[in-house]
C-alpha cells in the first residue's frame, strides 16, 4: 500500500483579501449599487465643475463689463472736459486778440486760436465715433450746431478784428460770440451728467447680474448637496469623504465669492471717486464761466456793470417803462478835478478816488437802480419808475453833495466834483441811444456853466458854444 501523499496547509484569508473579494462580489450582483455610485459620483463631478466652470465666468465676464464701464466713463469724461477747456480757451485767446495791439502777437494768438477747434473737433468726433445712445447723439448734434454758430460768429469777431473795427468786434464777441458760447458749453454739460446716468444704470445692471449669479450658484450648491446626500445614503462608509470633498467645494466657492465681493467694491469706489471728481470739476467749471460772465460784463476797477451791461439794462429799462408806463430817468456824470489827482499823484491814486466814487453813488441811489462805470471818470445812474423830475433833480443834489466831500488819497484830503446831465424816458427821446446822448449833452451843458451842477435836458437853454460831442458805445 502507498501511503497517502501529504496536503499542503491552505493559509487563511486575511481581513484585506475577504474586503476586496466581498466589494468585488456585491459590485458583481445584479443590484449592486456601484453603478448608481459612480453615476452619483460622475453628477456630483460634473456638477462641481460646472459650476466652478460658471463661477470663473462670471467673475471673468463681470470683470470685464466693469473695466468697459470705467474705461468708457474715463474716456468719455476726459473727451467732454477737453472739448469744454478747448471752447473756453478760445474765448480766453479771443479777449486776448481784441486786447492785443501787436499784429504778430494777434497772428500768434490767431494760430493758436485755431489749433484750439482743432482739439475741440477731434475731442467731440472721438465722442460721437463711441456707442452713444439716441439721447446721447441728439445732444451732441444740438451742441453741434450752437458750436457752429459759435464758431461763425468768433470768425466774424476775427474779420472785425483785421478790419480793426475793434469796438463792433467787442460788441460781437460779448453780446453774441460768448453766450452763444455758453450754450453750447451748457449742453456739453447736459451730455456729460447724461452719460453719467448712463454709468449708474450699467453698474445697476451689473449689480443685477451679481446677484443672479449669486442665485444660480446657490441653487447648483443645493443640488449638489441633494446629490451628495443621495449618494452617501447608498455607501454609508463613503459619506465622510464625500462630505470633506463637498465642504472644500463650497469654501472654495465661498472664496471665490468673497474675492468677486471685493472686486465689486473697489469698482464701486473706482467709480464713486471718479463720479466725485466729476462734480468737483463741473463746480469749478460752472464757477469759471460765472467768473467770466462777471468779467465780461462789469468793470474790474470799481465792480461796477460796464458800458454793455448798462446799455442791455437800459433798453429792459425802457421796455418796462414803456409796458408800465412809467418815467425813467438817466444821470451821464462826469467828475471834475479828477485828472489832476490821476496826473499829479499817480494812477494808484486815482484807482482809489474812482473805487471811493463807485462806493458812494451806490450808497446813494435805491437798491433797484443800476449804477454803471462807463470809462475814464464817466459814471451813469438809471432811475426807473421816476414820478417826478425833482425826484432825479434830487437824487443828483445828493450825488453832486457825496462827491465833493474830502476823498483821503495817498495820506492828504482831497476834493473833487461832479457835474451831471439828465434825460427823461419818453419826454426826451424814447430810444436808448438817443436818450444816453441828450442825457451827454445835458451833462456837457451842466459843465460849461461853471462844473458842480446838474442839467436837465433842455435844448433851447444849452450853453452857447459848447462842443457837444456824440455818445458812441
Given at each position: ?83 469744454q477747456r478747448s471752447s473756453r480757451e478760445r474765448a480766453i485767446v479771443l479777449h486776448a486778440m481784441l486786447s492785443s495791439e501787436d499784429p504778430f502777437e494777434r497772428d500768434e494768438l490767431l494760430v493758436q486760436l485755431r489749433n484750439l477747434g482743432s482739439e475741440f473737433l477731434t475731442a ?85 447680474e451679481f446677484r443672479r449669479a449669486d442665485r444660480l450658484l446657490l441653487i447648483l450648491g443645493g443640488v449638489t448637496l441633494l446629490l451628495s446626500a443621495l449618494v452617501a445614503g447608498f455607501v454609508l462608509h463613503r459619506t465622510d469623504a464625500m462630505l470633506a470633498a463637498l465642504k472644500r467645494s463650497n ?223
Open positions: 500500500m502507498h501511503a497517502p501523499e501529504p496536503r499542503l496547509p491552505v493559509a487563511a484569508p486575511t481581513g484585506e483579501s475577504t474586503n476586496q473579494r466581498a466589494t468585488a462580489t456585491l459590485c458583481q450582483e445584479p443590484r449592486s449599487p456601484c453603478p448608481m455610485l459612480a453615476t452619483g459620483f460622475a453628477i456630483v463631478f460634473l456638477l462641481l465643475m460646472i459650476e466652478v466652470a460658471l463661477s470663473l465666468s462670471q467673475m471673468h465676464s463681470m470683470q470685464s463689463r466693469l473695466a468697459q464701464v470705467v474705461e468708457e466713463y474715463s474716456v468719455r469724461a476726459a473727451l467732454a472736459q477737453d472739448m467731440r468726433d472721438r465722442i460721437e465715433a463711441m456707442a452713444l445712445s439716441e439721447d446721447e447723439r441728439k445732444l451732441l448734434r444740438q451742441q453741434g450746431e450752437l458750436s457752429r454758430t459759435a464758431g461763425a460768429l468768433q470768425y466774424q469777431v476775427i474779420d472785425l478784428l483785421a478790419e480793426e473795427r475793434i469796438q463792433e468786434a467787442k460788441a460781437i464777441l460779448l453780446r453774441q460770440a460768448i453766450p452763444a458760447q455758453e450754450r453750447a458749453l451748457a449742453v456739453i454739460q447736459d451730455l456729460a451728467a447724461l452719460q453719467q446716468a448712463h454709468n449708474r444704470d450699467a453698474l445697476t445692471a451689473t449689480s443685477e469654501a472654495e466657492l465661498l472664496d471665490a465669492r468673497e474675492r468677486l465681493e471685493e472686486r465689486v467694491a473697489e469698482r464701486t469706489a473706482d467709480l464713486r471717486r471718479a463720479n466725485a471728481k466729476l462734480q468737483t470739476e463741473i463746480q469749478e467749471r460752472r464757477r469759471a464761466q460765472r467768473e467770466l460772465a462777471f468779467i465780461a460784463t462789469h468793470d474790474d476797477l470799481t465792480k461796477l456793470p460796464n458800458r454793455a451791461l448798462f446799455k442791455e439794462h437800459l433798453e429792459q429799462g425802457q421796455a418796462r417803462a414803456r409796458r408800465a408806463e412809467t418815467r425813467l430817468a438817466l444821470l451821464f456824470i462826469d467828475l471834475d478835478g479828477f485828472k489832476a489827482i490821476n496826473d499829479s499823484l499817480g494812477h494808484e491814486a486815482g484807482d482809489q478816488v474812482l473805487r471811493e466814487v463807485a462806493r458812494r453813488l451806490k450808497s446813494r441811489v435805491r437798491e433797484q437802480d443800476l449804477v454803471a462805470r462807463l470809462g475814464g471818470d464817466e459814471f451813469a445812474l438809471l432811475l426807473e419808475q421816476v414820478h417826478q423830475p425833482e425826484d432825479a433833480a434830487k437824487v443828483a443834489d445828493k450825488v453832486i453833495d457825496s462827491l465833493s466831500r474830502p476823498i483821503a488819497v495817498a495820506g492828504d484830503m482831497h476834493r473833487i466834483g461832479a457835474s451831471i446831465g439828465i434825460a427823461f424816458y419818453p419826454e426826451d427821446a424814447r430810444d436808448p441811444d438817443g436818450l444816453v446822448r441828450l442825457a451827454d449833452n445835458a451833462m456837457y451843458a451842466a459843465k460849461g456853466s461853471g462844473k458842480g451842477h446838474y442839467r436837465f435836458h433842455r435844448a433851447p437853454r444849452l450853453t452857447a458854444g459848447i462842443d457837444l460831442m456824440p455818445f458812441q458805445w
